[in-house]
């Protein structure tokens, strides 16, 4: 009578075994998709390697006890190429640093769904469009820079939200309308939105729409 419940046993067993290991390779896949995207003539992404179980021995990438990506450090690495939605799949990632390369094409809305982002640093690349109003769902957010790119239309307003945010810059790019006032963004150095110049502000509420000479 036992064999009979053998094979259902076996197949728990089975599935605790894998779901892990399919979990954290999940986050393996999305940044092998990243790879794939991206030009890397310095070799700095060499130890990708996508038959590995999960990506936390790769350089350049930070997991948490449970093997979880929390970090990706690709800042300054002389990469280029552009960002994709699989990136929203790194649903445990913290960091997310980008800076001084030459990243182009548009911000993705994806990146909206890494809920526990706290800093993202897209600082001197060539990212072009509009900011995604997806960003608005990162609550944990508290650094938030994307100056020096050829990013445009206006600051959604949605970003006000973010209560936690203490860093914000869109320095040096094409932005447009005003400037707002509400939430953190009443505590941001104007230095963090010079440059743009189509960008007016601060806004006047109820005198002109926010977007205004956009």
């Given at each position: ?15 605790v075994?894998?779901?892990?290991a ?7 896949n999305?940044?092998h998709a ?5 030009s890397?003539p ?9 038959t590995l ?5 790769w ?9 979880h990506?929390?970090?990706l450090d690709?800042?300054?690495s ?7 939605p699989e990136?929203?799949d790194?649903?445990?990632?913290q960091?997310?640093e980008?800076?001084?390369?030459n990243i182009?094409g548009?911000?993705p809305?994806?990146l ?6 706290v800093s993202?640093d ?6 072009e469009g509009e900011?995604?109003?997806?960003f608005a769902?990162?609550?944990?957010l ?8 050829k990013?445009t ?9 973010l209560s ?14 005003t400037?707002p ?5 009443g505590?941001?150095p104007?230095?963090s ?13 109820g ?8």
């Amino acid at each position: 009578m036992a064999l009979r419940f053998l094979p259902s046993l076996l197949s728990f067993l089975l599935a605790v075994l894998v779901s892990p290991a399919l979990s954290t390779n999940s986050e393996g896949n999305a940044l092998h998709a990243l790879r794939a995207r991206l030009s890397d003539p310095t070799n700095v992404l060499q130890s990708w390697d996508p038959t590995l179980v999960n990506p936390c021995t790769w350089f350049h990438v930070t997991c948490d006890s449970d093997n979880h990506v929390i970090r990706l450090d690709l800042g300054n690495s002389n990469i280029s190429g552009t960002l994709g939605p699989e990136l929203g799949d790194l649903q445990h990632l913290q960091y997310l640093e980008l800076y001084m390369n030459n990243i182009e094409g548009k911000i993705p809305e994806g990146l909206g769904n890494l809920k526990n982002l706290v800093s993202m640093d897209l600082y001197n690349n060539k990212f072009e469009g509009e900011i995604p109003k997806s960003f608005a769902k990162l609550k944990s957010l508290r650094f938030l820079r994307f100056n020096n790119n050829k990013l445009t239309g206006s600051i959604p307003r949605e970003l006000t939200t973010l209560s936690n945010l203490k860093v914000f810059d869109v320095s040096n790019n094409d932005i447009c309308g005003t400037i707002p006032i509400d939430g953190p963004f009443g505590s941001f150095p104007i230095e963090s939105f010079e440059n743009n110049p189509r960008l007016n502000g601060p806004e006047l509420q109820g005198l002109v729409s926010y977007d205004f000479g956009c």
